[in-house]
């Protein structure tokens, strides 16, 4: 039966204060785009050239008093394992196009990868009609000018030219090592490849073109009973340490072979760097301003406003973000086409700055800063052994799963210790234990900080795949609530 392709929308359904957002057909055929070629998604997205080109046709095609128009092309290689051996391996590709209309303070938006001459009339003149339906947002301030953006390269050629047969060595190696020691392996590599542009009709212009890898590996026993997890992620393919991931995850398993039972309660902990990259991945989303104006927020003074200027946690403790950070490089430019500069949130434990949209700077009088894209953290130079040394009783935690809110004001989550947990007694790891529940104040952890060490790219996602960039160090913190004991693997 033939697939219609066609871009299908109900304007009852795709009526909403701002952006709403149209079904995405998975047709990626090439049809000719009014005038040029259609472009499709190589290793690198689209060019500069094309990028533009299409961009300025279509804010062309609008009759709105606004348009905004955004390209994502995307190129994903992949490969995937499982129960030792290959069970999934190719390579999809995209271009879509989001377009927003505006009429005055009436927004919608509509998202296609139809990219011939009809279908991008079609969704031009779809996300008109919606643009008139929908209810005024108050929020909308119109589209920005040309910005001045810093200069980053993004793009790793290491990684854009990556072939099939490098992600499947890298499989193979940790399959065999599994295979030797008994265990069985599951693992994931993720390629992303493209570029992102973004053009309105006051004349701004922004393209980025981008990188990213993550590769992830989990070991078990045949029986289950036992499990050991490594991962890394980067920008470059050349920063993928293959057989240190292999090796690792395998003498997780080793060691957590026979767990035994600890009662939950308040430790000392030594969290390794994915296990706190894992928290730190949500403490980006918190420095939000309206929020802490709002007083919503932790970072709410009691007597109103905020509390910027306010030592909030260690002194040792800086978190800052850089879209041109190396290897953990974002677009300098946000969903709206505003500048993202290299900002500093924390400063040797005092809040420096929170993020602002236009609409809540133009309301409270401040100059409008993006949200972080990525998120560095200091460190220092103490090792995961000497935290583990200087342990008189504590527990060493590889990563967590399932992590969930608890309370905004408090930075509060829950989740679950997983792959390998073990009790430090006297300064060394004396047996593998049960998994846990933690219910834990990111506020109290980043307060409660003993040692630190070297800052590394992790993967802090939990599926998986690339995500936001984070560098974080490990820490040893006191007094980790570990709340429950959980029977998860």
């Given at each position: 039966?033939?697939?219609d392709?066609?871009?299908?929308?109900?304007?009852?359904?795709?009526?909403?204060?701002?952006?709403?957002?149209?079904?995405?057909?998975?047709s990626?055929?090439?049809?000719?785009?009014?005038g040029?070629?259609?472009?499709?998604?190589?290793?690198?997205?689209?060019s500069t050239?094309?990028?533009?080109?299409?961009?300025?046709?279509?804010?062309?095609?609008?009759?709105?008093?606004?348009?905004?128009?955004?390209?994502?092309?995307?190129?994903?290689p992949?490969?995937?394992?499982?129960?030792?051996?290959?069970t999934?391996?190719?390579?999809?590709?995209?271009v879509?196009v989001?377009?927003?209309?505006a009429?005055?303070q009436?927004?919608?938006?509509?998202?296609?990868?139809?990219?011939?001459?009809?279908?991008?009339?079609?969704?031009?003149?779809?996300?008109?009609a919606?643009?008139?339906?929908?209810?005024?947002?108050?929020?909308?301030l119109?589209?920005?000018?040309?910005?001045?953006?810093?200069?980053?390269?993004?793009?790793?050629?290491?990684?854009?030219?990556?072939?099939?047969?490098?992600?499947?060595?890298?499989?193979?190696?940790?399959?065999?090592?599994?295979?030797g020691?008994?265990?069985?392996?599951?693992?994931?590599?993720?390629?992303?490849?493209?570029?992102q542009?973004?053009?309105?009709?006051e004349?701004?212009?922004?393209?980025?073109?981008?990188?990213?890898?993550?590769?992830?590996?989990?070991v078990?026993?045949?029986?289950g009973?036992?499990?050991g997890w490594?991962?890394d992620?980067?920008a470059?393919?050349?920063?993928?340490?293959?057989?240190?991931?292999?090796?690792?995850?395998?003498?997780?398993?080793?060691?957590?072979?026979?767990?035994?039972s600890?009662?939950?309660?308040?430790?000392?902990?030594?969290?390794?760097?994915?296990?706190?990259?894992?928290?730190?991945?949500?403490?980006?989303?918190?420095?939000?301003?309206?929020?802490?104006?709002e007083?919503?927020s932790?970072?709410?003074?009691?007597?109103?406003?905020?509390?910027?200027?306010?030592?909030?946690?260690?002194?040792?403790?800086?978190?800052?973000s850089?879209?041109?950070?190396?290897?953990?490089?974002?677009?300098?430019?946000?969903?709206?086409?505003?500048r993202?500069?290299?900002?500093?949130?924390?400063?040797?434990g005092?809040?420096?700055n929170l993020?602002?949209?236009?609409?809540?700077?133009?309301?409270?009088?401040?100059?409008?800063?993006p949200?972080?894209?990525?998120?560095?953290?200091?460190?220092?130079?103490d090792?995961?052994?000497?935290?583990?040394?200087?342990?008189?009783?504590?527990?060493?935690i590889?990563?967590?799963?399932?992590?969930?809110?608890?309370?905004?004001r408090?930075?509060?989550?829950?989740?679950?210790?997983?792959?390998?947990?073990?009790?430090?007694?006297d300064?060394?790891?004396?047996?593998?234990?049960?998994?846990f529940?933690?219910?834990?104040?990111?506020?109290e952890?980043?307060?409660?900080?003993?040692?630190?060490?070297?800052?590394?790219r992790?993967?802090?996602?939990?599926?998986s795949?690339?995500?936001?960039?984070i560098?974080?160090?490990?820490?040893?913190?006191?007094?980790?609530?570990?709340?429950?004991?959980?029977?998860?693997?």
């Amino acid at each position: 039966m033939r697939r219609d392709n066609r871009v299908r929308l109900t304007l009852s359904l795709m009526v909403v204060p701002q952006h709403c957002s149209a079904i995405r057909p998975s047709s990626t055929r090439r049809r000719r785009v009014i005038g040029m070629q259609a472009p499709s998604a190589g290793r690198g997205g689209i060019s500069t050239e094309d990028a533009r080109a299409l961009t300025e046709r279509i804010v062309g095609l609008s009759q709105a008093t606004a348009t905004r128009v955004t390209i994502n092309a995307r190129s994903r290689p992949f490969i995937r394992s499982a129960d030792n051996r290959i069970t999934t391996a190719g390579e999809s590709s995209d271009v879509s196009v989001t377009i927003m209309s505006a009429f005055g303070q009436r927004v919608a938006s509509v998202t296609t990868n139809l990219l011939d001459e009809p279908s991008l009339t079609e969704a031009v003149r779809r996300s008109e009609a919606l643009a008139r339906l929908a209810p005024e947002n108050p929020e909308y301030l119109g589209e920005l000018t040309p910005q001045d953006y810093p200069k980053v390269n993004g793009y790793y050629e290491t990684t854009g030219g990556i072939l099939a047969e490098d992600m499947a060595s890298a499989t193979a190696l940790a399959i065999d090592q599994a295979r030797g020691a008994g265990h069985v392996a599951s693992g994931f590599i993720d390629v992303q490849n493209g570029s992102q542009s973004i053009a309105t009709s006051e004349g701004l212009f922004a393209h980025h073109k981008s990188t990213g890898v993550a590769s992830t590996l989990t070991v078990r026993s045949p029986d289950g009973s036992t499990s050991g997890w490594a991962g890394d992620e980067a920008a470059d393919w050349n920063q993928i340490e293959t057989a240190r991931i292999a090796t690792d995850a395998v003498r997780k398993c080793d060691a957590w072979r026979d767990k035994t039972s600890l009662d939950p309660g308040h430790y000392d902990v030594v969290l390794e760097p994915t296990a706190v990259g894992m928290l730190m991945l949500r403490m980006r989303r918190t420095f939000d301003g309206r929020a802490a104006d709002e007083g919503r927020s932790y970072f709410s003074s009691p007597s109103g406003g905020t509390r910027v200027g306010d030592e909030i946690f260690d002194p040792r403790i800086t978190i800052h973000s850089d879209p041109a950070a190396p290897d953990a490089e974002t677009a300098p430019f946000d969903g709206e086409g505003a500048r993202q500069a290299a900002e500093t949130w924390i400063e040797n434990g005092i809040l420096r700055n929170l993020s602002y949209s236009r609409f809540w700077a133009n309301k409270q009088g401040v100059a409008p800063r993006p949200a972080p894209a990525n998120l560095l953290m200091s460190g220092g130079s103490d090792s995961i052994e000497a935290m583990i040394a200087s342990t008189r009783r504590g527990v060493l935690i590889t990563r967590f799963w399932y992590i969930r809110g608890l309370n905004p004001r408090t930075i509060s989550y829950t989740g679950l210790t997983r792959d390998g947990t073990f009790l430090i007694e006297d300064g060394r790891i004396s047996r593998p234990v049960n998994n846990f529940r933690f219910n834990q104040s990111l506020v109290e952890l980043l307060q409660n900080v003993d040692m630190l060490g070297e800052p590394v790219r992790v993967a802090a996602g939990e599926n998986s795949s690339v995500g936001a960039p984070i560098i974080v160090p490990p820490l040893k913190v006191r007094n980790f609530n570990l709340a429950s004991v959980s029977d998860a693997i």
